[in-house]
């Protein structure tokens, strides 16, 4: 068997694309196999092109893969979009119907007729992607009792007809396989090991870490692709004691949040970049308050409602800077699904310990992505607290007091002796109303020295993971859920003799300014691949550091690909090889 498979499901909504793939996924996590996944939807809410990949191994991966072993097809249009994409030993396998240029063709073909089949033999149309799981499972060697336990863990509050219907459809499919085709020596599953993964998407790893952190409130809006952090909430947050509440928009969704914290609560939403835009004016007021706060951002592609269910990364500028006047907060990007666990536990804690609002930077594609997880990742999320007031013993309680710490004393509203104001306004120590310039001065001081402070906090030095160590003639900055396969980009550069290494900041502001300098100060081109336009984590190294870089941007919807990197890799390299050259002349 292959130590790494991928495949790629592809057609239309409504076909049963993504049923497909979620259960070949949940069978690979049972089997003990490592996985990672890819999906696209239409925007249209009926039809429309959709896809989902996985990859599957043995061993720990970060990415989805580029060149798949296995396309399923289930029309033409699938096909012709997603053939180029196939390995040339692959193996296609595609409604009978679809129309195969085979001249030439070193792939591996077969055509069924899955349509037919569950039309004329099982009587149900939407049984065809069960009929197609039918077929992998006798090509790739799935366990049929493992289908079996799936379906009817799926259709266990459906009608007995209906778990018999989809039962016969895996026989058909089973049996049409086994005596039409041939089996490819050595194609299939890999072999898993004894242990058991967890299993899920970003969005519910965010929920699930949010929930392990201690959120007790939860307001939000329903937008994709965030809405799912929501729904997994409203389901279980109540169960711990929290609450769920869907507001008429994301403006009340923050502020209640606002609200919230500041009665003490551990208080969080969720949105995607259109959301984000509403809060700015909030986010303000959470910072100038001195009020904790956690807001995820899903984003897609922009600007306006842009592309809904695409994949960016282009909201890094607006998480940053997005609100009038000077107003810090911290950015976080998680780069895998178990890191949306314990990332989740690290915007907590510094929303709590500083004061201060976190933005949390995911994507569609880690959003959708469904990953395995090592049971127990929860234990590994940091706790968090707020400094708490107590009454002075006399005088006034100063709410804001300006002290060598920068972080002061919360007061649950309440608390006697403890009574203060409140306000969106630039203020004293005491909340009260000041306009002059030196207390808006020592105030602006105070807020920024918080971030001065989390950039040298012990939990701020392991949020940077280095992918090789020492001098590099390439360096390849990246953040978020590029990280995967900027990995396995520099993997293949090192493959073709290549000096290169790489650096991933998980906290976008403050900068881990540290690990950076050094970082920079041990390559001599810096490349900064994202998911964006204008290259935003580019143009703030170049500001922040003077150092020159190579942007590679991308904005098709879809993530990176190892191969795109490596010719960048490749081209800065060449590069450098000619200004030596030019330089000192060739050696000879």
């Not at 499972?137 to 289908?147: H, Q, Y």
Request: with cysteine.
């Amino acid at each position: 068997m292959m130590h790494d498979f991928t495949l790629r499901v592809a057609g239309e909504s409504g076909e049963g694309v993504i049923t497909v793939g979620e259960t070949v996924a949940r069978i690979a996590a049972r089997e003990g196999l490592q996985l990672v996944t890819f999906r696209t939807f239409p925007a249209e809410i009926k039809g429309g092109a959709c896809m989902m990949q996985l990859r599957l191994s043995e061993q720990k991966i970060s990415y989805h893969g580029e060149k798949v072993d296995c396309l399923v097809a289930l029309n033409q249009v699938a096909l012709d979009e997603n053939f180029p994409d196939l390995k040339e030993q692959g193996v296609l396998l595609c409604e009978a119907d679809c129309d195969v240029l085979e001249d030439g063709l070193t792939a591996t073909v077969y055509k069924v007729p899955f349509e037919r089949i569950a039309v004329r033999e099982i009587g149900s149309r939407i049984s065809k992607n069960i009929v197609v799981l039918g077929v992998l499972a006798e090509l790739l060697g799935i366990p049929k009792p493992r289908i079996e336990e799936f379906l009817a863990e799926k259709f266990v509050k459906k009608s007995e007809a209906i778990l018999d219907h989809n039962m016969q459809a895996l026989e058909k499919g089973i049996c049409f396989a086994r005596e039409n085709f041939t089996k490819r020596e050595g194609f299939g599953f890999p072999r898993g090991k004894p242990e058991r993964h967890l299993l899920m998407t970003g969005n519910e790893a965010i929920a699930l870490g949010s929930a392990a952190a201690g959120v007790k409130c939860f307001f939000g809006y329903p937008i994709t692709p965030a809405s799912e952090i929501m729904e997994w909430l409203a389901v279980h947050l109540p169960k711990m004691g929290g609450k769920v509440l869907q507001t008429e928009d994301e403006i009340s969704a923050i502020c209640a949040v606002a609200g919230a914290s500041w009665a003490g609560e551990k208080a969080m939403t969720a949105t995607s970049g259109p959301g984000l835009s509403l809060m700015c004016e909030a986010l303000g007021l959470l910072s100038i308050a001195e009020i904790p706060a956690v807001i995820v951002d899903s984003q897609r592609g922009g600007p306006s409602t842009g592309l809904p269910t695409k994949t960016e990364q282009s909201d890094l500028m607006l998480a940053i800077h997005g609100s009038h006047g000077d107003a810090p907060r911290v950015v976080l990007a998680p780069t895998s699904v178990s890191e949306c666990i314990t990332m989740m536990g690290a915007a907590f804690y510094f929303a709590e310990k500083y004061q201060i609002p976190v933005i949390v930077l995911v994507d569609q594609a880690l959003s959708a992505r469904v990953e395995t997880v090592k049971p127990g990742i929860v234990e590994e999320i940091p706790q968090s607290s707020r400094l708490r007031a107590q009454a002075p013993a006399e005088g006034k309680f100063a709410r804001y007091k300006l002290a060598n710490s920068p972080v002061s004393p919360a007061a649950i509203p309440g608390t006697d002796g403890c009574e203060h104001m409140v306000t969106g306004m630039e203020h004293d120590e005491f909340g009260n109303f000041a306009c002059d310039d030196e207390t808006h001065t020592a105030m602006t001081v105070k807020r920024f020295r918080k971030l001065e402070e989390i950039e040298h906090d012990p939990l701020t030095q392991n949020l940077c993971e280095s992918i090789g160590e020492g001098r590099a003639d390439i360096g390849v900055v990246t953040w978020g859920s590029s990280a995967g396969p900027v990995e396995e980009a520099i993997q293949e550069a090192r493959r073709l003799g290549i000096s290169v290494r790489g650096l991933v900041p998980k906290i976008l502001n403050p900068l881990p300014h540290a690990q950076m300098k050094k970082f920079f100060s041990e390559v001599n081109q810096v490349i900064v691949p994202e998911l964006n336009f204008t290259g935003q984590l580019a143009s703030q190294l170049r500001a922040t550091y003077r150092v020159p870089t190579i942007s590679l941007t991308k904005i098709k919807g879809v993530p990176l690909e190892p191969s795109e990197i490596v010719a960048k890799i490749i081209e800065a390299a060449d590069g450098l090889q000619q200004r030596s050259v030019r330089r000192y002349g060739r050696a000879g």
